[in-house]
């Protein structure tokens, strides 16, 4: 596995890679790596040719009072499982290398629509650090394609929409949430949790399946169902930011043309922000009359 810690550098050895004819895909993360990010590391090798995996804790998607000095860096593990997935190139920049002349941005994306509800209505910039970072890493990467995980579900529809936008010609695909036995969504946040909060955590997902089951029977009354399960959340234990059911293309409210809704929540345990979403098909009213659901 080659490593790269300049833009430069990173040029030099994809040049190389296009020269050869190879398909370049792409794992952008934060580090600190888990099996959710290998098995996004696994879906770019199955698809592609040469895989480069960026490592960076991109200080501008960090509010003031969010936890970017206490973000676990593991770089030296990290290093050994990516290797050990085959990666051909790790790219872990500085933030100087990121951010030359930093704080002094200028230009950033945005994609406000998709950005300022949920998850960005709670932690305001959060998006626009997001699009601005991996628009970046994009330009210096140039990849065939880039892998993100679905448990970031709203993340994941911001890099949809700005590649879209701004005609970017990278393949995204989104790879399915990975979990623990229990359900939990795997985190890199999941080791803030005492242990007590630990046994707790798996409820989140436990209640997202509650109410998809409620879904999938037929119960479309969507602002009592979130206001039911608000209260599930409360009194297991946690402090909701939302539970909310959307539109899974849009994130936009369920309309009679939507064919697959997303329950997304994000709510605190302690002082550990948990997010995690399911999804559901829905399929046009079949010739029985009857609502069909995948
Ligand atoms: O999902 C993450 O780890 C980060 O938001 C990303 C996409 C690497 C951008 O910093």
Same mark, same amino acid.
């Given at each position: 596995?080659?490593?790269?810690?300049?833009?430069?550098?990173?040029?030099?050895?994809?040049?190389?890679?296009?020269?050869?004819?190879?398909?370049?895909?792409?794992?952008?993360?934060?580090?600190?790596? @888990?099996?959710? @990010?290998?098995?996004?590391?696994?879906?770019?090798?199955?698809?592609?040719?040469?895989?480069?995996?960026?490592?960076?804790?991109?200080?501008?998607?960090?509010?003031?009072?969010?936890? $970017?000095?206490?973000?676990?860096?593991?770089?030296?593990?990290?290093?050994?499982?990516?290797?050990?997935?085959?990666?051909? $190139?790790?790219?872990?920049?500085?933030?100087?290398?990121?951010?030359?002349?930093?704080?002094?941005?200028?230009?950033?994306?945005?994609?406000?629509?998709?950005?300022?509800? $949920?998850?960005?209505?709670?932690?305001?910039? @959060?998006?626009?650090?997001?699009?601005?970072?991996?628009?970046?890493?994009?330009?210096?990467?140039?990849?065939?394609?880039?892998?993100?995980?679905?448990?970031?579900?709203?993340?994941?529809?911001?890099?949809?929409?700005?590649?879209?936008?701004?005609?970017?010609?990278?393949?995204?695909?989104?790879?399915?949430?990975?979990?623990?036995?229990?359900?939990?969504?795997?985190?890199?946040?999941?080791?803030?949790?005492?242990?007590?909060?630990?046994?707790?955590?798996?409820?989140? @997902?436990?209640?997202?399946?509650?109410?998809?089951?409620?879904?999938?029977?037929?119960?479309?009354?969507?602002?009592?169902?979130?206001?039911?399960?608000?209260?599930?959340?409360?009194?297991?234990?946690?402090?909701?930011?939302?539970?909310?059911?959307?539109?899974?293309?849009?994130?936009?409210?369920?309309?009679?043309?939507?064919?697959?809704?997303?329950?997304?929540?994000?709510?605190?345990?302690?002082?550990?922000?948990?997010?995690?979403?399911?999804?559901?098909?829905?399929?046009?009213?079949?010739?029985?009359?009857?609502?069909?659901?995948?």
């Amino acid at each position: 596995m080659q490593t790269a810690a300049t833009v430069k550098a990173l040029r030099s050895i994809t040049a190389k890679a296009r020269q050869d004819g190879l398909t370049i895909g792409f794992v952008p993360t934060m580090g600190n790596l @888990h099996d959710g @990010h290998l098995k996004l590391v696994r879906q770019a090798r199955n698809t592609c040719d040469f895989v480069i995996v960026s490592i960076f804790v991109n200080p501008l998607q960090f509010g003031p009072n969010e936890d $970017l000095a206490a973000y676990p860096r593991t770089l030296a593990a990290d290093k050994e499982k990516l290797f050990a997935e085959g990666t051909n $190139l790790l790219f872990a920049p500085s933030v100087d290398e990121m951010y030359p002349g930093n704080p002094n941005l200028q230009t950033q994306v945005t994609v406000p629509e998709i950005s300022n509800t $949920l998850c960005g209505a709670v932690r305001p910039g @959060h998006f626009t650090g997001v699009a601005t970072v991996v628009s970046k890493l994009f330009n210096m990467v140039q990849p065939d394609t880039a892998i993100f995980g679905k448990k970031d579900f709203q993340q994941l529809l911001v890099i949809r929409r700005m590649v879209n936008d701004l005609s970017m010609p990278i393949e995204i695909v989104g790879v399915d949430t990975a979990r623990s036995d229990d359900g939990l969504a795997l985190s890199s946040r999941n080791g803030y949790l005492n242990s007590h909060q630990r046994t707790i955590a798996p409820r989140l @997902h436990k209640i997202l399946q509650d109410y998809r089951g409620a879904l999938a029977s037929g119960f479309d009354n969507y602002a009592e169902l979130e206001h039911l399960a608000t209260a599930d959340l409360y009194a297991a234990g946690f402090r909701p930011d939302y539970f909310s059911i959307k539109d899974a293309s849009t994130l936009a409210e369920v309309t009679p043309e939507t064919e697959e809704v997303v329950i997304l929540t994000a709510a605190m345990l302690g002082n550990t922000r948990l997010i995690d979403n399911v999804t559901l098909a829905l399929n046009p009213v079949s010739d029985w009359g009857m609502l069909a659901v995948n």
